[in-house]
């Protein structure tokens, strides 16, 4: 392999190999390896000074054996070197997809009779990569011809239907990692340890002023009751608690300062007071949703006040 390839490329190629074993052995997430750990450049940049260190050691090794060899082993070896550098099979690889023309002095035997203002014409051959592309052509052609056409294929809009199926089925798989680009449309009834959790510390922290730490109501209503102002199922709390309750009453929206993986947590905590009884619940407000009462009746109900239900 010395022999084929010169050291100004090899020691790159060597180098880029190494480098790219250590990025994908070593896990530095988005960073490159190098850039997290310094250690790593460290090693990269040992990796590189011994690569030319080595390549400049045979170099010196090679100098001293031409030195002893004689002149006419010399003058072969000189010969080779300089035939190795000149990277014969490219020219050799050029020479087969271009081509043969004739030389200049020559061109006078493939002079077409074709004279249009002093501009002749030559009769060359095509290039063989031109020849072959023709061909290629035609052979697709014709696949393409039985394909579509004979067998009736996939026509573009059948394509384009797939790929837009496939696309939707993305996005969807898509969202039920992506937990921010949840909304009240899409949101479900968190019930994992994690979210109801996080939904309790969002409560206790923005919550409780009003809907007390049972969620037994104080300026807000009463939460553990089945009586509703905006609706009592997740999507409605989730709208309730980002968009705020009804103009001019109560809660704020809370869109603006909570994510919407924080609001779907909270609205699945909210939803986990249904039928507990807090130590001094509020009179029920608002409809009855899903069946009878779970609280004592009392006496005439206050003012409706706002909900995050």
């Known amino acids: 392999m010395r022999n084929l390839i010169p050291s100004w490329v090899r020691v790159p190629i060597i180098f880029f190999i190494i480098f790219g074993v250590t990025e994908y052995v070593i896990d530095s997430g988005k960073q490159p390896a190098f850039i997290k750990y310094p250690a790593v450049l460290l090693f990269l940049l040992l990796v590189l000074l011994i690569l030319i260190a080595i390549e400049a050691i045979l170099g010196a090794l090679e100098n001293v054996m031409l030195h002893k060899l004689d002149e006419e082993s010399k003058v072969r070896f000189l010969a080779e070197k ?41 009769d060359n051959n095509l290039p063989p990569w031109w020849v072959w592309g023709f061909y290629a052509s035609i052979v697709f052609a014709a696949i393409y011809l039985l394909r579509f056409q004979v067998f009736s294929g996939p026509t573009q809009i059948d394509e384009l239907e797939t790929e837009l199926a496939q696309a939707k089925l993305s996005i969807e798989e898509y969202k039920k990692t992506a937990k921010d680009l949840v909304d009240f449309n899409s949101v479900e009834l968190l019930t994992d340890a994690s979210d109801i959790n996080a939904g309790k510390a969002t409560f206790e922290t923005n919550c409780v002023a009003c809907h007390m730490v049972d969620g037994g109501g104080g300026i807000g209503p009463n939460l553990t009751d089945n009586h509703w102002i905006l609706g009592g199922d997740i999507k409605s709390v989730f709208k309730t608690v980002s968009e705020g309750g009804r103009s001019g009453k109560g809660m704020i929206a809370w869109k ?54």
């Open 82 to 122: 300089e035939k190795r550098l000149q990277f014969s099979w490219i020219n050799t690889i050029y020479t087969k997809l271009v081509g043969t023309s004739k030389p200049i002095e020559e061109e006078g035997e493939i002079i077409l009779d074709h004279n249009y203002d002093g501009i002749k014409e030559l």
């Open 256 to 309: 603006a300062q909570l994510k919407p993986i924080e609001i779907a947590q909270v609205a699945s905590y909210v939803l986990t007071f249904q039928g507990t009884t807090p130590a001094n619940p509020k009179a029920a407000e608002g409809d009855l949703i899903g069946g009878a009462d779970t609280q004592a009746p009392t006496e005439a109900e206050t003012t409706i006040t706002d909900s995050i239900n």
